[in-house]
Each structure stands twice: as C-alpha cells, then as structure tokens.
C-alpha cells in the first residue's frame, strides 16, 4: 500500500516539475528586453505561418535557455554526488570550492593567453577545479575531520583561490577584465550556440553516466563497511563519482560562470520531495537544478530590462538564506 | 613562570615591531606615482608656506594616505581581537563573520539615497556591520546560550555571501552607482586625502581606548563565562559591548577604504603567538601590528606593479588567505 502510493507520489513529482520546467523555460523565451508573446514564440519553433521573431528567438534566447536547461541538471547532479559521497548536507560543488578554482583557472588564461580560442575554457576550468577539490581532499585527510570542517577547508580553498582571482583582474588592464568580471558573477549573458556546442556533448555523456551510476551513491551511503561487505571497492568509486562531479561542475562553470548554491539546493529540494534513494532522487534533482538555473536567468532579465541582472547573483541571493537554514537544521540534527 | 617567559620575549619584539612599523611607514611614504619625489620632501613639510611640488605631494596625497593605512589597521585588527576573545573563536574576525561585507551593503543602500552623505554614509555602514554580525550570531545559537564555534564561522560566511550578492546587484542597476561602489569594493585607499583623516582618526583612537578599557573584561571572558561571572563581571555584557564596538571599528574603516579582509584575522594571532594571551599587553600590540601590516601593504600595493596600483585590500587576501587555510587545518578546538 505505502509503495503503491509512494510511486504514485513520485509520478506527480516528476510530473509537476516537468510541467514547472517547461512553463519556465517558455517564459525565459518570452522575457527580456523585447517581450516575445507565445504565438510567437510558437511560430518561430515550430516553422508556423504568421509572425515570428526568427532572431532574438532562434539566435539569442534559445541556445541561452538550452544552455541554462543542461548547466543546471549538470550542476544539480555534481551536488548530489558530492552530498553523498561526503555524507554531507552542506557540501556543493561551490562550498568544496570546486567553482573558485575552475574560476581562477579561466581568468589566468583569459588574462595571460588572450589569444586561446574559448575551446580551451573546459579545459581550463577542469584543471582548476580539480587542483581546488584535490587540495580539499588533502586538507581533509590530514586529520579525522567532520563534515562541518570539511565544509571549512573547502571555504578556506575559495578563498585562497578568489584572492588570486582578485589580484588578477585588478592588475590587468581594465579592457580586458569586463568579460571574466560577467564571468565571474554568473551571467548567461551574450552566451550562444558556439558556448552550447562547446560542452553539450560532454556535459550529456557525464550527466548519463552519473545516473546509470547513481545507485552506488545508495551503497556508499550505506557506509564503507557495507559498501565493501556488498562486494564494492569503495575507494575506486568514490574516486570515479567524485571525478564526475568534479568534471561536470567544473565544465558547466567554464561555459555560464560561478552559478553558486544551485549544486547545494537542487538535492536538498529532491530529497524533500521524492526522498533520499539515488535513482529517483538524481533525475529529479536535474529537474530541479534546471528549473533553478532557467527561471534565475529568466527573472534576472525580466526585473528591470533592458538591464540584465546576473543569474548567479539571484541563486546567491536565494541560496545563502538556504545554506544558513540547513546549517540550523543539521546543528539541531546532530545535537538530539 | 610562562607570563615570565612572555614578558621577556615582549619587549625586544615589542622594540622590533615598532622598528617595523617605522620602517613600513617610511617606505609607504617613499613611493608612490611620482619616483622624484622621496623621503626627504617630508623634511619641513608642516609650516613651510610656500611648500615645493615635491612637499605638496608629500602632504597632499602620500601622508593622508600612509594615515588613512595606519588607523584601518588598528580598527580591524582591534576588531579581530574583540571578536575572537568574546566568542573564543581563533577564527572569528570582520570579514569571515559577515561584519566586513554587513558594512558594505550599508554602504551602498546609503549611496542609493542621495540625501545621506557625509557622516550619515558612517552610520549606515555601522547599521550593516551590526545587523550581520547579529545574524551570524544568532545563526550560531548565540542568543540561546550555546555559542556553537563552527555554525559561527559557516553561518558568517553564509551571511557574507548574501550581503556580498546584494552589493553586486546593486552594480547592475545603475551604471555610475556602480562605478563608484566598484571602487572600494577591492579594498582601496589610492584616493585619500585629509578630510577622509579626520573622522576616522577620531573613531580609531576612541576606539583604542575603549578597547583597553575593556582589555581585563576580555581576559576574564578567556577563562571560560562561569568563571567570568563568578569573578563579578558579567559575560553578555562583555560581548554586548565588544561586538557593538567590534561593528563600529569595522563600519568606519568599511566607510572609508571598502571591505579590507583577513586583517582582523591574521594580525591578532600573529600577536597572540609572541606577546602571549594577556589582553592588556596585546591590545597596544595588535594596535600596533595592525598598523604595521597595513602600511607594508600599502608599500606592496603601490611597489609591486608599477604601472597599475595593486588596492591593497586585494594584497590583505594574498597574505591573509592562505593564513585562513593554514588555521582551519590546525585549528584543534573548534569542534
């Protein structure tokens, strides 16, 4: 009885969010500084007769609100990865400071290698990210640490790495830092197919290998004990998860920038929504982190237009109120 | 026996710390744009009319700014100094509880409404460093009691996040609002002249004072609060007093020079490891030191990169992030 009607849960779920997601990706079409109505919008996608807005919808909307759809499900699945694999409530791929080394990485070689075509942004970003999660890693292991600590070091990391993203930009001249300035907030701004067909195909091959592999998450989780006893060699899939999640946060970052606290956000919405087994919570925490990104993006441009506000300005200014009530609800957790 | 062994270490390092400071002061006063101009034009800069180009650069532009250097950093490292000794948290200081970045959106609410200037820029600054560092203390469970170290540290950085979000959505709605918050938020004093001197000469020294005054009350809030009432004083009243004055020092310098992080964060420590634990010796000592970091960044700033001046808030967070790393792995009692 309770699993039929768990089921039956689930499919509305993930009914209602498709249903959210597509009512927010239509209206991110629509929203900006020229409002497109959804005839329109019909007409231009569909290859209708009447009216249509072939341009702002065909070259600058649709490949922006694609491009918000696929970071978002990529960042979410990072989130939950590393939630897990830490065993950690407050861990995203920002906190552990994944996001401020991928960072540091563009603005070096946006700064000192201008002549670089964007091919080179992933490659970049996954090089920083990794030194960042790798330096949280050994921090981590000197000494027993507990998930709050952990959460510690990796701000330490961003820190360390946003003081050299600082002084970099502050010392070049100011021509060439307005780009890695957008960057660095987090903006879909002036992104396009070139941006979308940099990553798209790597992004999706991560996304599906993360979920064909999410049930180990649920072994993991169980404990390294478990996890072995059941015929796991947990160190090697710990070390392949987090790779993933390394990967796909590290290259989404490259291409829309430091989108923070939709990795932290994303999984903690699922988890209250269809519950805390991998295989059902990962799709539905990508719908949740696309659901996130597109309507941040959309908002930023439908406030105050013809002025974008960044998208990664809007997830901070809604997730850092989220950090700090699960930072209250784990102390109480952890104290009864 | 251990104060012994402190007391003989404080005065030679006491002696070298001022030799230091003379020293960073004297370099941030030597260079600058104009590379003629030298140590030597300060020679007979107060009362001689009429001053020489060189002197008129001494006084007008290098001395307010070398000052400007000086009083930011003995607010923030006596703010520090208040925040780790009234939570007992070796991590605490402005910028990693959320004061800093608190102070910097009062700032720019401030600039959104034309009438506020002057000092009322000062209070609005105050008013944002006050109301973060109440939030992180209340996230952290201070009000009821438990003082929890690590949500102290995690929630402050949640709440500078959030502050720090809103200052730069403020960037994006008005192009010259934006240009000028841009320009303290790295933390930079290039512009300063004496009319900034004043005010925030004023509040630092007052500052100082009431900081020694409260030195013995910080002493006693070591041994733990029970021990603190049980030898007549009482803690919340020590940590009333001390994060109110902690969130002035910390909204004057915000309101001058822009959010300059990490000083509050490594000068105290650094005072701590030679001076020892003695609140009343290490007050003038993080005073000084304070002082002493920032005009050798002021010196790095303007020294390192010729042609483009490096804000020194931006070198603060090369010397004071790696520092916060290194003290969150060896930080043992924070758990």
Not at chain 1, 61 to 73: D, E, F, I, V
Not at chain 1, 112 to 136: E, H, K
Not at chain 1, 319 to 334: R, V
Request: proline residues 5%; aromatic residues 8%; hydrophobic residues 55%.
């Amino acid at each position: 009885m309770t699993m039929v009607s768990g089921i039956s849960r689930t499919v509305v779920v993930f009914t209602l969010l498709t249903l959210s997601l597509f009512g927010a990706a239509i209206w991110s079409l629509s929203a900006g500084a020229v409002p497109v109505s959804w005839q329109i919008i019909a007409n231009t996608l569909f290859d209708l007769d009447g009216p249509r807005q072939d341009y702002i919808i065909l070259r600058s909307r649709l490949p922006r609100t694609l491009l918000a759809l696929l970071s978002g499900g990529c960042l979410a699945i990072s989130g939950t990865i590393v939630q897990a694999l830490l065993r950690n409530p407050l861990a995203s791929p920002k906190i552990i400071g994944i996001n401020s080394g991928a960072a540091l990485a563009v603005c070096l070689m946006v700064i000192a290698l201008p002549d670089l075509p964007i091919t080179y942004l992933p490659v970049a970003a996954v090089l920083g990210g990794c030194l960042a999660a790798s330096l949280v890693w050994l921090g981590s292991e000197v000494g027993k640490v507990s998930p709050t600590r952990l959460v510690l070091i990796g701000i330490a990391v961003g820190f360390l790495f946003d003081a050299g993203v600082d002084y970099i930009l502050v010392t070049s001249p100011s021509f060439k830092f307005s780009t890695p300035l957008v960057w660095l907030t987090g903006s879909l701004w002036a992104r396009g197919w070139a941006h979308l067909g940099l990553v798209w195909h790597v992004l999706l091959l991560l996304a599906v290998t993360s979920v064909i592999l999410s049930y180990r998450l649920d072994l993991i989780r169980l404990g390294d004990a478990h996890a072995t006893g059941l015929g796991m060699n947990v160190p090697r899939e710990r070390f392949v998860l987090l790779a993933l999640a390394v990967l796909l946060a590290a290259i989404s970052v490259s291409v829309v920038g430091v989108l923070g606290f939709v990795g932290l956000m994303a999984p903690h919405i699922a988890r209250s929504l269809v519950g805390g087994s991998h295989p059902v919570l990962q799709p539905c925490a990508i719908l949740t982190g696309m659901f996130l990104v597109v309507l941040a993006d959309a908002t930023g441009r439908a406030l105050a237009p013809p002025v974008e506000i960044s998208a990664g300005i809007l997830t901070a200014m809604f997730g850092a109120p989220f950090f700090i009530f699960i930072l209250i609800t784990t102390g109480k957790a952890e104290q009864s | 026996m251990t104060t012994g062994g402190w007391q003989h270490r404080g005065v030679p390092a006491g002696l070298l710390l001022i030799t230091l400071f003379a020293s960073g002061a004297a370099a941030s006063l030597a260079t600058g744009g104009r590379s003629d101009v030298g140590l030597s034009a300060l020679l007979g800069v107060f009362g001689a009319e009429p001053k020489s180009l060189a002197q008129s650069v001494m006084f007008d532009i290098r001395l307010p700014r070398t000052l400007v250097a000086v009083f930011i950093g003995i607010n923030l490292a006596m703010a520090g100094l208040i925040l780790q000794a009234v939570t007992r948290n070796p991590l605490a200081s402005p910028s990693i509880l959320g004061v800093n970045q608190g102070a910097a959106l009062g700032m720019v609410l401030a600039l959104f409404f034309p009438a506020m200037s002057g000092s009322a820029v000062g209070v609005f600054a105050v008013t944002g460093a006050l109301t973060a560092g109440a939030l992180t203390f209340a996230i952290a469970g201070g009000f009821q009691g438990e003082l929890n170290s690590l949500r102290l540290i995690l929630g402050g950085v949640a709440v500078g996040a959030f502050a720090c979000a809103l200052v730069r959505f403020s960037f994006t709605l008005d192009d010259d609002l934006s240009r000028q918050v841009v320009r303290w938020t790295s933390g930079n004093i290039a512009d300063m002249r004496w009319h900034d001197v004043g005010p925030l000469a004023g509040l630092s020294i007052t500052g100082l004072i009431a900081t020694v005054l409260l030195s013995h009350r910080l002493n006693l809030m070591a041994l733990g609060e029970a021990s603190a009432t049980g030898l007549g004083t009482d803690p919340r009243i020590t940590l009333l007093f001390g994060a109110v004055l902690a969130a002035i020092l910390t909204g004057a310098s915000v309101a001058v020079a822009g959010p300059v992080a990490f000083v509050g964060l490594v000068v105290p420590h650094m005072c701590r490891l030679v001076f020892g634990p003695d609140h009343r010796i290490l007050v003038p000592a993080a005073a000084l030191g304070g002082a002493t970091l920032m005009v050798l960044a002021d010196f790095a700033s303007k020294w390192v990169i010729a042609p483009f001046e490096t804000p020194v808030g931006v070198i603060a967070a090369l010397i004071g992030a790696p520092y916060f790393l290194y003290q969150t792995l060896v930080a043992k009692d924070l758990e």
